[in-house]
């Protein structure tokens, strides 16, 4: 940013900068959706975080002014953004999931699902009427979503697999911070191995799902994340091929399978014609997940998927 002084001079409190910050975003063209979708939000939280306040802070606190060291912080995080093109949640390695506070950095992708929402209500309706004692979460990252539904489910063990180590080492973390060491197992294996014998009521998965043309493609902000989260292959299923075939083996006769595609549902669709798969709404956005029960998944072992 040209003029510092200048900069610094003219701006007194967090609103000042929140403003400044939504315009210089928008100014150098960034790219959104790591937890925000617009250059307001984004300067918000991070101005709020160079400042130690909770994303809750009320609007009174934020008018009141700063002191110039202060000022001099939140500028230089604002400066990173624009410079380095690192999404929000790596600079102050805080993003939110399903009202959960989590830990992150380059190790794994920053929690973004419209899975949350499922989480948020319990899965309902798809899981009415079910006990839900054992939970799978395939290609876990984070941990995000295992440590959501261990909360949503308190009487559910969780079981989370990533081949990743430097993954796990990151979902570790965040199940030590939620207090979860008991209920949620942390597997280092590819997707089902390691896992023999193990039924569950739920498996849920935000697999990678990038196809190599929308890989090339991806705005600088995500280069920042690690590859193997999103490389799946020319037409984005060679992960969720692997987990429909294998998931019926998983579940229990009741069990559901919810598998995030992104904007792959034309391709699953035309990849298991047979499968009725269900495409689940999202109240606050989103799209391109799917829910297939464990009667519908039979269908899937007696043929084989279409090749893209």
Known sequence: MDDRDEILA?????????????????????????????AVDEA?????????????????????????????????LLERRIGERRPAAYLTQTAWFAGLRFYVDERVLVPRSPIAELIERGFAPWLDGVAVTRVLDLCTGSGCIAIACASAFPGAHVD????????????????????????????????????????????VS?????TEAELAELPDEHRHEPRVGFAA???????????VAKA?????????????????????????????FTW??????????????????????????RSA
């Open 10 to 38: 003219s701006l007194a409190t967090a609103a000042d900068f929140i403003r400044f910050g939504a315009s210089a975003f928008n100014a150098a063209r960034l790219h959104f959706g790591h937890g925000t979708d617009n």
């Open 233 to 243: 292959g020319r037409d984005g299923l060679d992960v969720v091929r692997r987990i």
């Open 44 to 76: 918000r939280a991070l101005v709020l975080h160079a400042l130690h306040l909770d994303h809750d802070t009320p609007q009174y606190l934020l008018a009141a002014a700063l002191t110039s060291a202060e000022r001099d912080t939140v500028l230089a």
């Open 280 to 305: 689940l709404d999202f109240e606050r956005g989103g799209d391109g997940v799917f829910l297939l029960r464990a009667t519908d998944l039979a269908r899937a072992g007696r043929a084989r998927p």
């Open 248 to 276: 019926r083996s998983f579940l229990t006769p009741d069990g559901v399978l919810i598998v995030e595609v992104g904007g792959g549902s034309a391709a699953v669709e035309a990849a298991w014609p047979e499968l009725p």
């Open 160 to 203: 989370a697999t990533d081949s990743s180590s430097a993954a796990l080492e990151v979902a570790a973390e965040n199940r030590r911070r939620h207090a979860l060491e008991q209920r949620v197992e942390l597997i280092e294996c590819d997707l089902f191995e390691g896992l023999a014998g193990r039924r569950y009521d739920l498996i």
């Open 206 to 210: 935000n697999p990678p799902y990038v």
